[in-house]
């Protein structure tokens, strides 16, 4: 039973997160999400108690997983350099292998109703420009270097699924963001 139930909980914030991502949260309902995974609404609040927790849940775990990926594309890195282009390239690449996910980060950051969430993924990279800022490397404030690289890619990710950037390849989109993103630091 125990197996069952864990994979209902993971098929409905398998389909909220489809819903959210599409709809949004104000227009998604609970009855919504029963419907398309199959079961009635009651059955949802044996896994969860509210639209709510679902949401935290489905932000819990993303930005658990995003920040872990950004974690290791700093320590990859060997310079600073290096580094800024290895959090681009994840970004990037998360954004497009994973739009639902990253889509439902920029929903949840452009509505979030409580103004003191921790751990988003943003923090990481804060984190980092403020290291490059504390040793002179960084042009600007490291928030506004965190606006400008975080910026750029939610509009890269939206032109990329409105077909705007249909002729160029991934690695030519992403390489042009890095060229952007290194202007950032001083030479």
Do not use: C, W
């Amino acid at each position: 039973m125990g197996e069952k139930r864990s994979s209902t909980r993971e098929k409905i914030l398998e389909v909220a997160l489809r819903l959210f991502s599409k709809k949004g949260f104000k227009e998604t309902t609970i009855k919504d999400i029963a419907k398309e995974v199959g079961i009635t609404e009651g059955a949802i609040y044996r896994h969860f108690t509210s639209k709510e927790e679902i949401i935290n849940s489905l932000l819990e775990e993303i930005t658990q997983e995003l920040r872990q990926e950004l974690f290791e594309s700093i320590e990859r890195g060997e310079s600073d350099e290096e580094r800024l282009n290895n959090i681009i390239d994840t970004l990037l690449r998360y954004a497009f292998t994973k739009p639902e996910s990253f889509r439902f980060l920029n929903l949840y950051h452009l509505l979030k109703e409580s103004p003191q969430v921790e751990n988003l993924p943003g923090e990481v990279i804060l984190k980092f420009l403020n290291g490059l800022y504390l040793k002179g490397k960084l042009m600007v404030y490291p928030e506004v270097a965190l606006a400008v690289i975080s910026g750029t890619v939610e509009r890269i990710f939206v032109f990329r699924e409105k077909g705007v950037l249909k002729s160029y390849t991934d690695e030519e989109i992403r390489n042009s963001v890095k060229e952007v993103a290194q202007k950032l630091l001083k030479k």
